[in-house]
């Protein structure tokens, strides 16, 4: 799996879990709705880490927190 493929899905994950949107995951984190959508649709190819640092500041976690899951566990590399 691709790190952006499985940032997706942890973004998804975390959504799910916490019954918030796409949207909402936006406001909480300071972001742009479309910013966090081309995350999830695939169309951010390699986001950048402060925005992930946004995303877990916005869902007060750590990046610890949200880089520790088994989706992380196998990523290709992209060379």
């Known amino acids: 799996m691709k790190?952006?493929?499985a940032i997706a899905k942890k973004l998804i994950k975390?959504?799910?879990e916490r019954k918030i949107s796409i949207n909402k995951l936006a406001v909480l984190?300071?972001?742009t709705q479309s910013t966090v959508q081309n995350i999830i649709d695939g169309n951010s190819s390699n986001p950048k880490i402060l925005t992930?640092?946004?995303i877990c500041?916005?869902?007060d976690i750590s990046?610890?927190?949200f880089?520790?899951?088994d989706l992380f566990?196998?990523?290709d590399r992209e060379d």
Do not use: H, P, S, Y
Request: net charge negative; proline share 0%.
């Open 52 to 54: 992930i640092v946004r």
């Open 14 to 16: 975390i959504c799910q």
């Open 63 to 65: 990046l610890k927190e």
């Open 73 to 75: 566990a196998n990523i």
């Open 3 to 5: 790190i952006n493929d």
């Open 67 to 69: 880089f520790d899951d």
């Open 29 to 31: 984190c300071c972001l």
């Open 57 to 59: 500041d916005g869902l």
